[in-house]
Protein backbone atom coordinates (compact mmCIF):
# COMPACT_ATOMS: atom_id res chain seq x y z
CA UNK A 1 0.00 0.00 0.00
CA UNK A 2 1.45 3.22 -1.00
CA UNK A 3 1.96 5.80 1.74
CA UNK A 4 -0.37 8.27 0.46
CA UNK A 5 -2.81 5.73 1.98
CA UNK A 6 -1.53 5.77 5.26
CA UNK A 7 -2.52 8.50 7.99
CA UNK A 8 -0.74 9.63 11.18
CA UNK A 9 -3.00 8.63 14.38
CA UNK A 10 -4.12 12.06 16.17
CA UNK A 11 -1.11 12.90 18.73
CA UNK A 12 0.60 8.96 18.32
CA UNK A 13 2.33 9.53 14.61
CA UNK A 14 1.45 5.84 14.32
CA UNK A 15 0.41 5.27 10.83
CA UNK A 16 -3.17 4.41 10.36
CA UNK A 17 -3.95 2.13 6.66
CA UNK A 18 -6.96 2.63 4.53
CA UNK A 19 -8.01 -0.60 5.71
CA UNK A 20 -7.94 0.90 9.43
CA UNK A 21 -9.24 4.26 8.61
CA UNK A 22 -12.69 1.92 6.53
CA UNK A 23 -12.94 -0.12 10.04
CA UNK A 24 -12.90 2.48 12.09
CA UNK A 25 -15.46 4.33 9.37
CA UNK A 26 -17.78 1.40 9.82
CA UNK A 27 -17.17 1.29 13.74
CA UNK A 28 -18.21 5.22 14.54
CA UNK A 29 -21.05 4.19 11.92
CA UNK A 30 -22.13 1.30 13.69
CA UNK A 31 -22.36 3.47 16.72
CA UNK A 32 -24.21 6.56 15.23
CA UNK A 33 -26.86 4.04 14.06
CA UNK A 34 -27.08 1.95 17.50
CA UNK A 35 -28.09 5.25 19.09
CA UNK A 36 -30.22 6.38 16.92
CA UNK A 37 -32.31 2.80 16.75
CA UNK A 38 -32.01 3.27 20.80
CA UNK A 39 -34.08 6.48 20.81
CA UNK A 40 -37.40 6.22 19.16
CA UNK A 41 -38.57 9.83 19.21
CA UNK A 42 -35.08 10.36 17.05
CA UNK A 43 -35.72 7.50 14.52
CA UNK A 44 -39.83 9.14 14.39
CA UNK A 45 -38.07 12.19 12.90
CA UNK A 46 -36.43 10.01 10.35
CA UNK A 47 -39.42 7.86 9.62
CA UNK A 48 -41.76 10.99 9.23
CA UNK A 49 -39.10 13.21 7.34
CA UNK A 50 -39.04 10.18 4.87
CA UNK A 51 -42.95 10.01 4.83
CA UNK A 52 -43.14 13.70 3.53
CA UNK A 53 -40.08 12.89 1.17
CA UNK A 54 -41.62 10.18 -0.16
CA UNK A 55 -45.52 11.58 -1.10
CA UNK A 56 -43.91 14.42 -2.06
CA UNK A 57 -41.06 12.54 -4.76
CA UNK A 58 -44.03 11.06 -6.29
CA UNK A 59 -46.61 14.11 -7.03
CA UNK A 60 -44.85 15.00 -10.23
CA UNK A 61 -44.91 11.48 -11.72
CA UNK A 62 -48.50 10.90 -12.46
CA UNK A 63 -51.29 12.83 -13.87
CA UNK A 64 -53.80 12.91 -10.15
CA UNK A 65 -57.08 13.78 -9.99
CA UNK A 66 -57.39 17.22 -8.43
CA UNK A 67 -58.67 15.51 -5.36
CA UNK A 68 -56.27 12.77 -4.40
CA UNK A 69 -53.22 15.32 -5.74
CA UNK A 70 -55.00 17.57 -2.96
CA UNK A 71 -54.81 14.67 -0.50
CA UNK A 72 -51.12 13.57 -1.06
CA UNK A 73 -50.51 17.48 -0.52
CA UNK A 74 -52.30 17.10 2.68
CA UNK A 75 -50.57 14.34 3.73
CA UNK A 76 -47.23 15.47 2.73
CA UNK A 77 -47.59 18.63 5.38
CA UNK A 78 -49.07 16.14 8.17
CA UNK A 79 -45.70 14.26 7.42
CA UNK A 80 -43.83 17.76 8.03
CA UNK A 81 -45.29 18.66 10.70
CA UNK A 82 -45.21 15.64 13.23
CA UNK A 83 -41.67 15.60 12.01
CA UNK A 84 -41.45 19.32 13.60
CA UNK A 85 -43.25 18.40 16.27
CA UNK A 86 -40.70 15.11 17.10
CA UNK A 87 -37.85 17.59 16.05
CA UNK A 88 -38.67 20.33 18.88
CA UNK A 89 -40.45 18.25 21.30
CA UNK A 90 -39.97 14.30 21.32
CA UNK A 91 -37.03 13.82 23.63
CA UNK A 92 -39.38 15.49 26.36
CA UNK A 93 -42.67 13.26 24.78
CA UNK A 94 -43.49 10.21 27.06
CA UNK A 95 -42.37 6.54 25.09
CA UNK A 96 -46.12 6.07 24.95
CA UNK A 97 -46.72 8.98 22.54
CA UNK A 98 -44.60 6.32 19.52
CA UNK A 99 -47.57 4.17 19.66
CA UNK A 100 -49.30 7.56 18.25
CA UNK A 101 -47.07 7.53 15.80
CA UNK A 102 -47.56 4.48 14.49
CA UNK A 103 -51.28 4.46 14.29
CA UNK A 104 -51.27 8.08 12.80
CA UNK A 105 -48.66 6.49 10.21
CA UNK A 106 -51.64 3.62 9.90
CA UNK A 107 -54.23 6.14 9.02
CA UNK A 108 -52.24 7.84 7.00
CA UNK A 109 -51.02 4.52 4.91
CA UNK A 110 -54.84 3.61 4.45
CA UNK A 111 -55.68 7.44 3.05
CA UNK A 112 -53.03 7.10 0.65
CA UNK A 113 -53.78 3.41 -0.54
CA UNK A 114 -57.38 4.55 -1.08
CA UNK A 115 -55.72 8.05 -3.02
CA UNK A 116 -53.48 5.12 -5.04
CA UNK A 117 -55.90 3.16 -6.19
CA UNK A 118 -57.11 5.70 -8.30
CA UNK A 119 -53.85 5.97 -10.29
CA UNK A 120 -52.55 2.14 -10.22
CA UNK A 121 -50.23 3.05 -7.44
CA UNK A 122 -50.03 0.46 -4.26
CA UNK A 123 -49.10 2.72 -1.35
CA UNK A 124 -50.63 0.18 0.51
CA UNK A 125 -47.00 -1.66 0.61
CA UNK A 126 -46.02 1.32 2.99
CA UNK A 127 -47.55 -0.34 6.17
CA UNK A 128 -44.71 -2.05 5.90
CA UNK A 129 -42.78 0.47 7.41
CA UNK A 130 -45.36 0.87 10.71
CA UNK A 131 -44.67 -2.55 10.83
CA UNK A 132 -40.66 -2.39 11.26
CA UNK A 133 -41.15 0.72 13.04
CA UNK A 134 -43.38 -1.50 15.97
CA UNK A 135 -41.23 -4.15 15.58
CA UNK A 136 -38.07 -1.96 16.63
CA UNK A 137 -39.90 -0.19 19.36
CA UNK A 138 -42.84 -2.31 20.91
CA UNK A 139 -42.92 -5.30 22.94
CA UNK A 140 -44.38 -8.45 21.13
CA UNK A 141 -48.42 -7.21 22.17
CA UNK A 142 -47.89 -3.99 20.86
CA UNK A 143 -46.74 -5.06 17.33
CA UNK A 144 -49.40 -7.53 17.27
CA UNK A 145 -51.98 -4.60 17.95
CA UNK A 146 -50.41 -2.24 15.29
CA UNK A 147 -50.61 -5.08 12.68
CA UNK A 148 -54.05 -5.68 13.69
CA UNK A 149 -54.59 -1.79 12.86
CA UNK A 150 -53.19 -2.12 9.92
CA UNK A 151 -55.46 -5.29 8.99
CA UNK A 152 -58.45 -3.38 9.64
CA UNK A 153 -57.76 -0.07 8.59
CA UNK A 154 -56.89 -1.32 4.82
CA UNK A 155 -59.98 -3.44 4.96
CA UNK A 156 -61.97 -0.27 5.25
CA UNK A 157 -59.84 0.72 2.50
CA UNK A 158 -60.75 -2.23 0.25
CA UNK A 159 -64.19 -2.41 1.41
CA UNK A 160 -65.06 1.19 1.23
CA UNK A 161 -62.49 2.70 -1.18
CA UNK A 162 -62.36 2.46 -4.89
CA UNK A 163 -62.67 -1.02 -6.80
CA UNK A 164 -60.22 -2.95 -6.45
CA UNK A 165 -60.45 -6.03 -8.64
CA UNK A 166 -60.17 -9.63 -5.91
CA UNK A 167 -60.11 -7.80 -2.43
CA UNK A 168 -59.77 -10.33 -0.64
CA UNK A 169 -56.23 -11.53 -2.56
CA UNK A 170 -54.99 -7.92 -2.27
CA UNK A 171 -55.96 -7.87 1.62
CA UNK A 172 -54.18 -11.13 2.23
CA UNK A 173 -50.99 -9.57 0.08
CA UNK A 174 -50.23 -6.88 1.59
CA UNK A 175 -51.46 -8.01 5.37
CA UNK A 176 -49.33 -11.19 4.91
CA UNK A 177 -46.27 -9.56 3.50
CA UNK A 178 -46.28 -6.51 6.41
CA UNK A 179 -46.58 -9.32 9.19
CA UNK A 180 -44.17 -11.63 7.96
CA UNK A 181 -41.97 -8.17 7.56
CA UNK A 182 -42.78 -7.49 11.19
CA UNK A 183 -41.72 -11.18 12.22
CA UNK A 184 -38.97 -11.23 10.95
CA UNK A 185 -37.55 -7.94 12.29
CA UNK A 186 -38.74 -8.73 15.40
CA UNK A 187 -36.66 -11.65 15.44
CA UNK A 188 -33.78 -9.80 14.73
CA UNK A 189 -34.35 -7.21 17.05
CA UNK A 190 -34.64 -9.67 19.87
CA UNK A 191 -31.10 -11.62 18.77
CA UNK A 192 -29.81 -8.09 18.93
CA UNK A 193 -30.88 -6.81 22.21
CA UNK A 194 -29.95 -10.26 23.36
CA UNK A 195 -26.61 -9.92 21.69
CA UNK A 196 -26.10 -6.36 23.49
CA UNK A 197 -26.66 -7.74 26.79
CA UNK A 198 -24.89 -11.01 27.20
CA UNK A 199 -21.18 -11.20 27.88
CA UNK A 200 -19.76 -13.22 24.92
CA UNK A 201 -17.10 -15.11 26.88
CA UNK A 202 -19.33 -16.46 29.89
CA UNK A 203 -22.95 -16.15 28.54
CA UNK A 204 -24.26 -14.20 31.28
CA UNK A 205 -25.48 -10.66 31.63
CA UNK A 206 -22.76 -7.66 30.29
CA UNK A 207 -22.23 -4.43 32.64
CA UNK A 208 -25.05 -2.96 30.45
CA UNK A 209 -27.28 -5.28 31.38
CA UNK A 210 -26.21 -5.05 35.00
CA UNK A 211 -26.76 -1.33 35.08
CA UNK A 212 -30.17 -1.28 33.54
CA UNK A 213 -31.23 -4.14 35.75
CA UNK A 214 -29.87 -2.09 38.90
CA UNK A 215 -32.09 0.82 38.15
CA UNK A 216 -34.99 -0.72 37.04
CA UNK A 217 -34.59 -3.04 40.63
CA UNK A 218 -34.09 0.18 42.87
CA UNK A 219 -37.07 1.66 40.95
CA UNK A 220 -39.46 -1.29 42.03
CA UNK A 221 -38.15 -1.21 45.68
CA UNK A 222 -38.56 2.10 45.86
CA UNK A 223 -42.29 1.36 44.56
CA UNK A 224 -42.76 -1.40 47.37
CA UNK A 225 -40.37 -0.87 50.13
CA UNK A 226 -39.24 -4.44 49.87
CA UNK A 227 -35.30 -5.11 50.64
CA UNK A 228 -32.21 -5.24 47.79
CA UNK A 229 -29.00 -6.20 48.18
CA UNK A 230 -26.08 -6.25 45.88
CA UNK A 231 -22.47 -8.21 45.60
CA UNK A 232 -19.39 -7.29 44.21
CA UNK A 233 -16.79 -10.25 43.25
CA UNK A 234 -13.36 -9.91 42.29
CA UNK A 235 -11.53 -13.44 41.56
CA UNK A 236 -7.85 -13.43 44.34
CA UNK A 237 -4.90 -14.01 41.85
CA UNK A 238 -6.30 -13.71 38.56
CA UNK A 239 -3.74 -12.08 36.65
CA UNK A 240 -1.35 -14.55 38.41
CA UNK A 241 -3.39 -17.19 36.53
CA UNK A 242 -3.46 -15.44 33.35
CA UNK A 243 0.29 -15.23 34.25
CA UNK A 244 1.12 -18.67 34.61
CA UNK A 245 -1.49 -20.62 32.30
CA UNK A 246 -2.21 -17.88 29.64
CA UNK A 247 -5.09 -16.05 28.92
CA UNK A 248 -7.11 -19.31 28.03
CA UNK A 249 -6.88 -20.31 31.71
CA UNK A 250 -7.93 -17.19 32.76
CA UNK A 251 -11.29 -17.85 30.07
CA UNK A 252 -11.73 -21.51 31.34
CA UNK A 253 -11.85 -20.05 34.74
CA UNK A 254 -14.37 -16.95 34.28
CA UNK A 255 -16.74 -19.45 32.28
CA UNK A 256 -16.18 -21.96 34.88
CA UNK A 257 -17.56 -19.26 37.80
CA UNK A 258 -20.26 -18.17 35.66
CA UNK A 259 -21.46 -21.58 35.32
CA UNK A 260 -21.00 -22.78 38.66
CA UNK A 261 -22.67 -19.82 40.04
CA UNK A 262 -25.83 -19.09 37.96
CA UNK A 263 -26.74 -22.59 39.27
CA UNK A 264 -26.27 -21.25 42.83
CA UNK A 265 -28.20 -18.29 42.12
CA UNK A 266 -31.25 -19.53 40.21
CA UNK A 267 -34.54 -18.97 41.31
CA UNK A 268 -35.41 -16.29 43.68
CA UNK A 269 -34.88 -13.37 40.73
CA UNK A 270 -30.85 -13.44 41.43
CA UNK A 271 -29.58 -11.69 38.97
CA UNK A 272 -25.53 -12.12 37.83
CA UNK A 273 -23.64 -10.60 35.27
CA UNK A 274 -19.99 -10.15 34.38
CA UNK A 275 -18.76 -6.45 35.18
CA UNK A 276 -15.67 -6.40 33.33
CA UNK A 277 -12.32 -8.36 33.78
CA UNK A 278 -12.58 -11.23 36.29
CA UNK A 279 -15.46 -8.93 38.06
CA UNK A 280 -18.63 -10.17 38.91
CA UNK A 281 -21.60 -8.45 40.35
CA UNK A 282 -24.41 -10.47 41.96
CA UNK A 283 -28.04 -8.11 42.24
CA UNK A 284 -30.42 -9.90 44.95
CA UNK A 285 -33.92 -8.47 45.20
CA UNK A 286 -35.90 -8.96 48.05
CA UNK A 287 -32.33 -10.22 50.27
CA UNK A 288 -31.23 -7.87 53.33
CA UNK A 289 -28.19 -7.81 54.97
CA UNK A 290 -28.68 -11.53 56.19
CA UNK A 291 -29.81 -12.50 53.06
CA UNK A 292 -27.17 -11.41 51.07
CA UNK A 293 -24.40 -13.11 53.50
CA UNK A 294 -25.80 -16.32 52.84
CA UNK A 295 -25.94 -16.21 49.18
CA UNK A 296 -22.48 -14.67 49.21
CA UNK A 297 -21.59 -17.62 51.03
CA UNK A 298 -23.10 -20.12 48.48
CA UNK A 299 -20.76 -18.83 46.00
CA UNK A 300 -18.14 -19.46 47.87
CA UNK A 301 -19.17 -23.07 48.75
CA UNK A 302 -19.26 -24.01 44.98
CA UNK A 303 -15.98 -21.99 44.00
CA UNK A 304 -13.76 -24.67 42.26
CA UNK A 305 -10.91 -25.93 43.69
CA UNK A 306 -7.72 -23.89 44.27
CA UNK A 307 -10.13 -20.70 43.60
CA UNK A 308 -10.74 -17.78 46.05
CA UNK A 309 -12.92 -14.73 45.51
CA UNK A 310 -12.87 -11.37 47.48
CA UNK A 311 -16.90 -10.19 48.02
CA UNK A 312 -18.16 -7.25 49.06
CA UNK A 313 -21.72 -6.49 49.71
CA UNK A 314 -24.04 -3.71 50.55
CA UNK A 315 -28.22 -3.06 51.22
CA UNK A 316 -29.64 -0.44 49.94
CA UNK A 317 -30.44 2.37 52.61
CA UNK A 318 -33.49 2.99 50.87
CA UNK A 319 -32.28 6.33 49.62
CA UNK A 320 -29.14 6.38 47.93
CA UNK A 321 -29.14 5.63 44.45
CA UNK A 322 -27.03 2.99 42.39
CA UNK A 323 -24.04 4.32 42.13
CA UNK A 324 -23.87 4.94 45.96
CA UNK A 325 -24.91 1.60 45.95
CA UNK A 326 -22.27 0.11 44.19
CA UNK A 327 -20.11 2.27 45.69
CA UNK A 328 -20.28 0.98 48.81
CA UNK A 329 -20.09 -2.57 47.78
CA UNK A 330 -17.19 -2.03 46.09
CA UNK A 331 -15.60 -0.39 49.41
CA UNK A 332 -16.42 -3.59 51.25
CA UNK A 333 -14.98 -6.22 48.18
CA UNK A 334 -11.65 -3.94 48.61
CA UNK A 335 -11.36 -4.28 52.13
CA UNK A 336 -12.34 -8.21 51.87
CA UNK A 337 -9.65 -8.70 49.52
CA UNK A 338 -6.94 -6.81 52.14
CA UNK A 339 -7.80 -9.24 54.79
CA UNK A 340 -6.91 -11.87 52.02
CA UNK A 341 -3.83 -10.37 51.53
CA UNK A 342 -3.01 -11.14 54.75
CA UNK A 343 -3.72 -14.22 55.27
CA UNK A 344 -7.24 -13.24 56.82
CA UNK A 345 -9.77 -15.23 53.80
CA UNK A 346 -12.96 -14.84 56.06
CA UNK A 347 -15.85 -13.69 54.45
CA UNK A 348 -16.47 -10.88 56.29
CA UNK A 349 -15.00 -9.24 59.10
Given at each position: ???????????????????????????????????????PSKAAVIFWAGGAIAVLSVLPLSNWPRESFLALVVIAGLCTISCGIRVIAGGRLPRWTIHVDAGL?????????????????????????????????????????????????????????????????????????????????????????????????????????????????????????????????????????????????????????????????????????????????????????????????????????????????????????????????????????????????????
Open positions: MSTGNLKDLEGTGTPFSEEQEEAAFVSSLGTHLQNLLQDATVVGGVMSAVGVTDNVNFAILFIWVAFFAALYFQPIGVLAHLAGIGIVYALVLTLGPTVPNPGAAWLSIVGTVSMAALVMVAVVSLLRSSAYLDPLTGIANRRHWDERLEAELERSRRTGQALSVAIIDIDGFKAINDRDGHQAGDRVLEELADVWTVATRGGGDFLARLGGDEFGLLAPGSDATGIHSLSQRLVDVLPSGLAVSIGVATWDRSEGASQLVRRADQSMYRSKARHRRGDMRLYA
